[in-house]
């Protein structure tokens, strides 16, 4: 080799050397982030909701935002919340925005295509129907709502229940839900679908409004979604948390936490 060859040589050497530190600390700073972010729509209480702590900051509580805050605790990582409409969970999650999803979302097989789930953490009540309490006599079975105005959040399962059992009905279909207890409240809908849990909590904490005397379905088990395949390979400590926190009675006590909490609840 002669000089110029040797110093090409060198130059190209320390370039792939360069390159290859600067690949490796990307990859580090994938790895070990310390904080892992969490995607919900904080309107759902008593699994994710917001309120005013005593000195009138907002917090983000319920028994998801619970279970969110262990499962980074069992990694190490602080817990970053990312709150939005429910029907861009999925998108967000998919872009890699967020890193898992907890927000009473069922299983499903639609979802499974873009997602992949957890275990169960919560095994829902029946699905339940919010009205006035001055209209709760008109309704006594799915037949009776034909022709009403049916509120339901958009990308849930209860807007399917609202089309698919309550048929006849129209579904009102909007991205907050609780822009959805405005509008039956100010007699905008006739009435909201709900998971059960959600229902009785509006009902307690709204004068007016009760939930109907009506049997609707069993809602499916909730589950932590993360990216599809799990890149980041994340399921195994979110399963262990669950295994855990259900075995310890811990999801027991968040559950009596947000039940105290919720009515708290504002509106983000
Ligand atoms: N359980 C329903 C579903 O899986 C509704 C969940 C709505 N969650 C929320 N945080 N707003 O589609």
């Not at 967020?98 to 009473?104: E, K, N, S, Y």
Request: one cysteine or more; proline letters at 2%; glycine letters at 8%.
């Amino acid at each position: 080799m002669n000089n110029n060859t040797k110093k090409i040589v060198a130059l190209l050497l320390a370039a792939v050397i360069t390159l290859s530190f600067a690949a490796c600390a990307k990859k580090d700073a994938g790895e070990k982030s310390s904080s892992i972010s969490l995607g919900t729509s904080a309107d759902y209480p008593p699994f994710e909701f917001i309120y005013l702590d005593d000195n009138g900051g907002k917090q983000y509580a319920g028994i998801d935002i619970s279970l969110g805050q262990k499962i980074a605790e069992d990694m190490g990582k602080e817990l970053n919340i990312v709150n939005m409409n429910f029907d861009s969970l999925i998108a967000a999650l998919g872009k890699g925005e967020i890193d898992m999803v907890i927000a009473a979302m069922e299983i499903d097989e639609e979802r499974t295509d873009a997602a992949d789930a957890s275990e169960a953490y919560y095994t829902a009540l029946p699905d339940m129907i919010l009205v006035k309490e001055e209209n709760a006599g008109q309704y006594s079975s799915v037949d009776d709502f034909s022709g009403k105005s049916v509120g339901a959040q958009t990308g849930t399962t209860k807007a399917d229940v609202v089309t698919d059992v309550l048929t006849g009905a129209k579904l009102v279909g909007l991205t907050s839900v609780t822009d959805l207890v405005n509008e039956l409240v100010y007699d905008k809908c006739d009435a909201i679908v709900l998971d059960g849990a959600v229902a009785l909590q509006y009902a307690a904490s709204h004068d007016g409004l009760v939930v109907a005397d009506v049997e609707l379905g069993e809602a499916a088990p909730f589950v932590v979604w993360v990216q599809k395949g799990d890149p980041k390979g994340l399921l195994e400590s979110i399963n262990a948390t669950i295994a855990s926190a259900a075995e310890s009675g811990e999801i027991d006590k968040w559950i009596a936490e947000a039940d105290t909490l919720s009515d708290k609840a504002i509106e983000g």
